[in-house]
Every structure is written in structure tokens, then in C-alpha cells.
């Protein structure tokens, strides 16, 4: 909140106008302010901001573009990125398991076979990984499909969508149900505002027909569904 503040507030007074509000309303008026977002990318402070913070309020800015108003959706993508980005975590189906999946066809088997809990988790990571597969590294997919034939964009937003559905209503989801429901429900608004951030921001200098069809495809489909 101090970070936002000094990021945000211009002078002493507006500093302390901000800090008010964040006391009174809760520090999401401050992640929800749209300068923000211009504000951390602009920060080149060593250490700040963290990621935690840059992500969420990143995907917060993307998400609210395409429709997307749901502060809880916002906090479990920007975590999943998160923990997903670290070594080889994105193929394993809990941080401690030593099963590795690189196929969203294994899982699915996997879910088919598994015990009740295990089937939960397999399903709930079903849709962390496509999530992960289609949002932060789409061009890899496109490139794959040309390559070798692999599936397109459609087949990971169906399974992931399928994958955090089925999760939403096992026993075991708790109160994570209705996120995971929702994030079954808005697979592909996320995908469109994890494809943003990763074209913007982590790959910004690639170039190829199939990222701009792709952009074009989801900036209509912004436009017209939502």
C-alpha cells in the first residue's frame, strides 16, 4: 500500500488524500486505480514492486478490459502465474508430486483413473495448465500446430474449461468452488488477458502472422461477446 501511495500520489496532500482512502476502503482502491498499472511499469526502483503485486494488478487492468470484474478470479490467475513460473512447476500436478505432464492428454487420462482426491487435483491442474499453456505462451502452441500438427488454441480453452468446471463442484474444492466455477465460466477471457500481458510485457519483441490473426480474432471477439 506504502509502494502504491508513493507511486501514485503526486504531492504530500495527495499522498495523504490516498492513504485515507486506502484506510477507509481497503487497499483495492488503490490496486483498482487504472494509473497504477502505468505507474509500476514506469517504477525502476531495484526490488519493487514485487511480483505478486505487479501481477495482480496487472491482470486486474486486462481482465477489467474484457469484461472481467472479479477481484477473487484476478488473485488466483496472478498466483497461479506465480507459482507456475518457478523451475518445472507447471508440469507437476502438486509441488511435491514427481509425476511430470507435458500433455494435456495425460492428465486427462490421469483424472480418468485416479482415486476421488487425486482426481480433484489432476482436474484442478487440467486447468492450470492449459491456462498457463494458452495464456503465457500461445505463439509456442502456434508454432507447434505448424510444426508437427499439434492442437490448436480451441482443444487447451476447452479442457482447461472442463478441467476447473468438474474441479468447481467436487467435494474437496471448499470455498475455492465458486473461483474455479468461474474460472471454467471465463476461460477465455483470462486466456485473452494472460495473451495481453505476455505479448506486452514478456515477449514483446516477437512477430509472427499467426500473434496477429490471434490479436485481431480476440480484440473482435472483445468487442462482440463481452
Known amino acids: 500500500m506504502r509502494l502504491a501511495v508513493e ?49 495482480y494488478v496487472i491482470l486486474r487492468r ?54 476421488s482426491e487425486r482426481a480433484f487435483r489432476v482436474r484442478v491442474h487440467l486447468g492450470n495448465f492449459s491456462l498457463w499453456m494458452t495464456g503465457i505462451f500461445p505463439d509456442y502452441i502456434a508454432a507447434r500446430r505448424a510444426r508437427k500438427g499439434g492442437p490448436p488454441l480451441p482443444y487447451y480453452e476447452a479442457l482447461g474449461r472442463s478441467g476447473f468446471l468438474m474441479a468447481s463442484g467436487h467435494r474437496l474444492a471448499g470455498g475455492l468452488g465458486p473461483v474455479l466455477r468461474s474460472a471454467g465460466e471465463r476461460f477465455a477471457e483470462l486466456r485473452i488477458a494472460l495473451n495481453r500481458l505476455s505479448d506486452r510485457m514478456l515477449f514483446p519483441s516477437h512477430s509472427s502472422p499467426d500473434r496477429v490473426m490471434r490479436q485481431v480474432a480476440d480484440e473482435f471477439r472483445s468487442r462482440h461477446a463481452w
Open 62 to 115: 486486462q481482465l477489467l478490459e474484457v469484461g472481467v470484474d472479479d477481484r477473487a478470479l484476478t488473485d488466483y490467475c496472478a498466483a497461479m502465474v506465480l507459482a507456475f513460473g518457478r523451475g518445472d512447476r507447471a508440469y507437476h500436478i502438486g509441488e511435491h508430486d514427481e509425476n511430470r505432464y507435458a500433455y494435456l492428454v495425460d492428465l486427462v487420462e490421469e483424472a480418468g483413473r485416479a482415486g
Open 7 to 55: 507511486l501514485l500520489g503526486e504531492s504530500e496532500p495527495e499522498r495523504h488524500r490516498l492513504s485515507q482512502k486506502a484506510m477507509e476502503e481497503g487497499p483495492d482502491a488503490l490496486w483498482d486505480d487504472p494509473r497504477l498499472m502505468g505507474a509500476l511499469l514506469a517504477s525502476r526502483a531495484l526490488g519493487r514492486p514485487s511480483a505478486a503485486l505487479f501481477y
